[in-house]
């Protein structure tokens, strides 16, 4: 059963309740996907996860991973200002996600889709996708 819950910025979300292990599996088949450039389909399996999450900072986490594979969809699709809505969105969630036990190097991502955003401004209208360092902690 669905409910609302209240997001860091104060807007409420829907949440459908997923189990720990779920949520895991489902962060692993993100994983895979997007390091072999499926990003729209990242994106799919991803989502369940972060809307059946409880926790706030896992829900920022999950989001920015979801804001990263939609921003290089519209890579894919030759749309820059897709790209940076999304990268910078990505960047947004990601840094609100709280320090602890997370499958993907949070400030190596950070620091990349930052490089990705001065490139952009700088004028150029494709980057290079943003490899995701595992097995870090935050």
Do not use: C
């Not at 940076?84 to 997370?102: H, Q, T």
């Not at 950070?110 to 490899?131: E, S």
């Amino acid at each position: 059963m669905a409910r609302l819950l209240t997001d860091p910025r104060g807007r409420a979300k829907v949440y459908r309740p997923m189990a720990p292990g779920a949520r895991a599996a489902a962060l692993e088949a993100f994983l895979e996907a997007y390091q072999t450039g499926e990003f729209f389909e990242a994106h799919e399996l991803l989502e369940p996860a972060w809307m059946g999450s409880p926790d706030a900072s896992e829900r920022e986490l999950l989001q920015g991973l979801i804001k990263l594979a939609a921003a290089f969809v519209h890579a894919d699709r030759g749309n820059p200002a897709g790209i940076v809505k999304n990268l910078r969105g990505a960047r947004d969630r990601l840094a609100g996600a709280a320090p602890g036990e997370a499958r993907v190097d949070v400030p190596a991502t950070i620091a990349a889709i930052d490089d990705r955003l001065a490139r952009l401004a700088a004028g150029a209208t494709h980057v290079d996708t943003i490899p995701l360092r595992l097995g870090t902690v935050r």
